[in-house]
């Protein structure tokens, strides 16, 4: 009987990102900079993001998004703003980091990463949004079984192969060449 698994998370990898390393290489982590953001192929064709950077120490960085959603043609505006924390690398220099904005029974997420995935209205983390990644809902049990045991018992024949200096002893087959023949034996079909 065939069993049937309900994918119970949605996959990051289909949503819209912001990512801190997109920002840095595009100049928003310095003092000021206002510019936008366009996703293109996105649900809703062409989606884009305002964004607005305001970089005052380490400690009180912040990043403001304001964006425009329609849904059922009602126009709905969202401004917020998201917090950025840096830290010091060990070879000099610093790293940034957004803080979670979203909240869960009224207590604040609160957690360090680089990238935030826009799920339904708002931007937030994978950990808060329950996403996860597609590379993660594939099943391996079975994909390629066959090629990889078959490489692998190859290898281990080879190996063997090397380790026969004698292919018998006294009339008998010597313990490396009885272990040759179990592995070949392994690889031919029943």
């Keep these: 009987m065939k069993k049937y698994y309900k994918k119970t998370k949605t996959e990051a990898d289909y949503l819209l990102r912001l990512d801190i390393h997109w920002l840095k290489v595009n100049g928003y982590l ?9 996703w293109q192929g996105g649900r809703n064709k062409d989606e884009s993001i305002g964004i607005e950077a305001s970089m005052v120490d380490n ?5 403001r998004l304001f964006y425009a959603l329609i849904v059922n043609d009602q126009k709905t505006n969202f401004d917020y703003l998201i917090k950025l924390v840096a830290t010091n690398c060990n070879y000099g220099g610093k790293r ?5 904005p979203l909240e869960h029974n009224g207590i604040n997420c609160g957690r360090k990463i680089a990238v935030l995935y826009k799920k339904k209205d708002y931007f937030g983390c994978r950990h808060c949004q329950n996403l996860s990644y ?3 809902n594939r099943n ?5 079984y066959w090629l990889i ?3 692998t018992i190859g290898n281990k024949i080879e190996a063997q192969k090397l380790k026969c200096k004698r292919k018998r002893y006294a009339g008998r087959l010597t313990k490396n060449q009885e272990k040759l023949f179990r592995l070949y034996d392994k690889i031919r079909p029943p």
């Design 59 to 63: 400690n009180n960085s912040i990043i």
């Design 149 to 151: 045991r078959t490489l």
């Design 134 to 136: 597609s590379s993660r």
């Design 140 to 144: 391996r049990r079975h994909k390629d």
């Design 30 to 38: 310095g003092n000021y900079k206002k510019g936008g953001m366009i």
């Design 96 to 100: 940034f980091w957004f803080i979670c």
